[in-house]
Nanobody, 122 residues
């Protein structure tokens, strides 16, 4: 299996910054896209940003110009730099990796981290 471990969440004032990190480990055969999603209680999980193995990126409209996603393929890590944070960014942020593990190398799966809380409040 593939495990994802996130770090970097916390409490920050409006206008502040946080950097989330996620490391993938385990029986990784290949990883395609890596990304970040977020979820507020009572709402569906939504895409925040995604980066392909080739470096292409896509962002939710609500975070464009404020968040930057990056990855290190050699270290199987993905980061999310969040600047000018707003109270509406408050959510649990989940790391996602789409890829294959050695046990079922023929099947592409979505792997998820346990989530990290981001709270933006004065």
């Amino acid at each position: 299996q593939v495990q994802l471990v996130e770090s970097g969440g916390g409490l920050v004032q409006p206008g502040g910054s946080l950097r989330l990190s996620c490391v993938a480990s385990g029986s990784i055969f290949s990883i395609n896209d890596m990304g970040w999603y977020r979820q507020v209680p009572g709402n569906q999980r939504e895409l925040v940003a995604v980066v392909t193995s080739g470096g292409g990126t896509n962002y939710a409209d609500s975070v464009k110009g404020r968040f930057t996603i990056s990855r290190d393929n050699a270290k199987n890590t993905v980061h999310l730099q969040m600047n000018n944070l707003k109270p509406e960014d408050t959510a649990v942020y989940y790391c996602n990796a789409r890829g294959r593990d050695f046990r079922e190398y023929y099947r592409t799966k979505d792997y998820w981290g346990q989530g990290t809380q981001v709270t933006v409040s004065s």
